[in-house]
Nanobody, 114 residues
Framework: EVQLVESGGGMVQPGGSLLLSCTASGFNFGANVMTWVRQAPGKGPEWVGTIGADGDLANYADSVKGRFTMSRDNGKNSFDLQMNNLQPEDTAVYFC???????WGQGTQVTVSS
């Protein structure tokens, strides 16, 4: 079964950090460009960042650049998003996504609040 499963969400105070993880199965993860997307309450999906198949190239949305870092371990079929200096505007459901095949995880909630 083609599947992405996220974990690591939760609630954190402003300025805090969280590590989100995404585990893939059922497809050639190591050949895939991977993306994080988030959706805040009442808003449409927002691209967070994309990392190349071998992990050497990454692009980030301006809203998270310098605070969020993506990494991947193709040997473990895993894809992480380290989020630092979190702010209330980062509150959203975070999804990992593969492009080939086009598959999304179920999402994990991140809430930043004092």
């Amino acid at each position: 079964e083609v599947q992405l499963v996220e974990s690591g969400g939760g609630m954190v105070q402003p300025g805090g950090s969280l590590l989100l993880s995404c585990t893939a199965s059922g497809f050639n993860f190591g050949a895939n460009v991977m993306t994080w997307v988030r959706q805040a309450p009442g808003k449409g999906p927002e691209w967070v960042g994309t990392i190349g198949a071998d992990g050497d190239l990454a692009n980030y949305a301006d809203s998270v650049k310098g605070r969020f870092t993506m990494s991947r371990d193709n040997g473990k079929n895993s894809f992480d998003l380290q989020m630092n200096n979190l702010q209330p505007e980062d509150t959203a459901v975070y999804f990992c996504r593969a492009l080939t095949p086009d598959v999304w995880g179920q999402g994990t909630q991140v809430t930043v609040s004092s």
